[in-house]
């Protein structure tokens, strides 16, 4: 058996595969590479020795998503070339499980403690609110210890979902806005690409999770490198962040088979000035206008003295994965993905602490 040459890990392609019609949502879903291999599930040895702390999990159909996003790995057009069952999503293979499996495993250790939280991906189905809420609610009666973050596809809910999923104790609830202005929302994700989601519809779910969740208990996830500006992306997380929640920062990566796969990866002071900004907007109180940009909306000051911000940029946690918290630093994401947007070679997002080496790469960068 030949590994697999573009992923950061050696790893052996998996027996866990959709095989049968049989094999989906609720009962099955599919895994995370990382998590697969946390679990034991598939041999492999992560980059520096890195585990997942969140056992990120998505929704399974034969029929797969119904929506046409042109960047993603899930799209609808793939259809015609790749049996879903197939199908890479962030760079990597999601092996299929039961999830009575998982709970089995989690249950007897097999991930050593390692899983701080879980989060259930939505795709665009028709199933996708009830099998969600199904998932949920198993997973909180046998693991009630570990959170569970909700990847919410706002397309197929309406306010009644929302608080469904609160009621069931669901821990956050995150919206992937991807885009961060209305024109490449459209143009990626929206009726110029044949889909279904709608600017609009997306902004109003998040308001629904803000009144529901509440503060710092839902977020949204942003994509770096689409076509935005600095400042227009950062404008975004100002507005989430005045709403009580926390930005979720991706690094646009062209998946292969997708509409974009043409598309460059993010330019990498791009995604460093963002990455900093965003972090200073979430957790350090700075506002966007004390920021200063130039005439093509790049981030030239960060609205704090140079002590301070050499400080923050010299500990690191500014340049690390984005996403859910863990259970000790709510400033640490549980969900570190690894290299789900770029490989160890030319890395986006850290998912480990920074060393020296890594902060003097990261200053050079910006």
Same mark, same amino acid.
């Given at each position: 058996?030949?590994?697999?040459?573009?992923?950061?890990?050696?790893?052996?392609?998996?027996?866990?595969?959709?095989?049968?019609?049989?094999?989906?949502?609720?009962?099955?879903?599919?895994?995370?590479?990382?998590?697969?291999?946390?679990?034991?599930?598939?041999?492999?040895?992560?980059?520096?020795?890195?585990?997942?702390?969140?056992?990120?999990?998505?929704?399974?159909?034969?029929?797969?998503?119904?929506?046409?996003?042109?960047?993603?790995?899930? &799209?609808?057009?793939?259809?015609?070339?790749?049996?879903?069952?197939?199908?890479?999503?962030?760079?990597?293979?999601?092996?299929?499980?039961?999830?009575?499996?998982?709970?089995?495993?989690?249950?007897?250790?097999?991930?050593?403690?390692?899983?701080?939280?879980?989060?259930?991906?939505?795709?665009?189905?028709?199933?996708?609110?009830?099998?969600?809420?199904?998932?949920?609610?198993?997973?909180?009666? &046998?693991?009630?210890?570990?959170?569970?973050?909700?990847?919410?596809?706002?397309?197929?809910?309406?306010?009644?979902?929302?608080?469904?999923?609160?009621?069931?104790? &669901?821990?956050?609830? +995150?919206?992937?806005?991807?885009?961060?202005?209305?024109?490449?929302?459209?143009?990626?994700?929206?009726?110029?690409?044949?889909?279904?989601?709608?600017?609009?519809?997306?902004?109003?779910?998040?308001?629904?999770?803000?009144?529901?969740?509440?503060?710092?208990?839902?977020?949204?996830?942003?994509?770096?490198?689409?076509?935005?500006?600095?400042?227009?992306?950062?404008?975004?997380?100002?507005?989430?962040?005045?709403?009580?929640?926390?930005?979720?920062?991706?690094?646009?990566?062209?998946?292969?088979?997708?509409?974009?796969?043409?598309?460059?990866?993010?330019?990498?002071?791009?995604?460093?000035?963002?990455?900093?900004?965003?972090?200073?907007?979430?957790?350090?109180?700075?506002?966007?206008?004390?920021?200063?940009?130039?005439?093509?909306?790049?981030?030239?000051?960060?609205?704090?003295?140079?002590?301070?911000?050499?400080?923050?940029?010299?500990?690191? +946690?500014?340049?690390?994965?984005?996403?859910?918290?863990?259970?000790?630093?709510?400033?640490?994401?549980?969900?570190?993905?690894?290299?789900?947007?770029?490989?160890?070679?030319?890395?986006?997002?850290?998912?480990?602490?920074?060393?020296?080496?890594?902060?003097?790469?990261?200053?050079?960068?910006?």
């Amino acid at each position: 058996m030949k590994p697999f040459k573009q992923l950061p890990v050696e790893i052996y392609r998996p027996d866990y595969r959709v095989r049968t019609p049989e094999m989906q949502s609720p009962d099955y879903v599919q895994i995370s590479t990382a998590a697969a291999i946390t679990l034991g599930l598939v041999p492999g040895v992560m980059h520096r020795d890195v585990c997942t702390h969140c056992l990120n999990i998505l929704l399974a159909y034969p029929d797969g998503c119904r929506a046409n996003c042109s960047y993603c790995g899930l &799209a609808r057009h793939r259809e015609e070339t790749r049996d879903f069952a197939d199908r890479n999503f962030i760079r990597v293979d999601w092996p299929t499980v039961s999830c009575q499996d998982l709970i089995d495993r989690i249950r007897a250790g097999q991930d050593q403690g390692r899983f701080e939280r879980m989060c259930i991906s939505m795709i665009s189905h028709p199933r996708s609110n009830d099998d969600t809420l199904t998932i949920l609610e198993q997973w909180r009666r &046998a693991l009630p210890e570990i959170p569970v973050s909700i990847l919410s596809n706002p397309t197929t809910m309406q306010r009644a979902d929302i608080r469904a999923l609160y009621r069931a104790c &669901a821990d956050i609830f +995150t919206v992937a806005l991807d885009a961060v202005t209305e024109t490449i929302f459209e143009r990626t994700r929206g009726r110029t690409v044949d889909s279904p989601h709608r600017w609009s519809h997306y902004w109003q779910a998040l308001e629904w999770a803000a009144d529901i969740f509440g503060a710092e208990r839902f977020g949204a996830h942003l994509i770096c490198g689409m076509g935005e500006t600095e400042y227009e992306l950062l404008q975004v997380a100002q507005r989430v962040r005045d709403m009580g929640g926390h930005n979720h920062l991706f690094a646009f990566f062209p998946e292969a088979g997708s509409l974009m796969e043409d598309w460059p990866a993010v330019n990498r002071g791009q995604w460093r000035r963002v990455q900093l900004a965003r972090y200073l907007i979430d957790y350090h109180q700075v506002r966007l206008s004390q920021m200063r940009f130039d005439d093509r909306g790049r981030v030239l000051a960060f609205g704090v003295d140079q002590a301070a911000l050499d400080q923050i940029i010299d500990k690191g +946690t500014a340049f690390r994965t984005s996403g859910c918290p863990g259970k000790q630093d709510p400033k640490v994401s549980a969900c570190n993905r690894p290299y789900g947007d770029s490989p160890p070679s030319d890395i986006c997002s850290y998912p480990n602490e920074l060393d020296g080496q890594d902060i003097d790469l990261v200053r050079s960068q910006m």
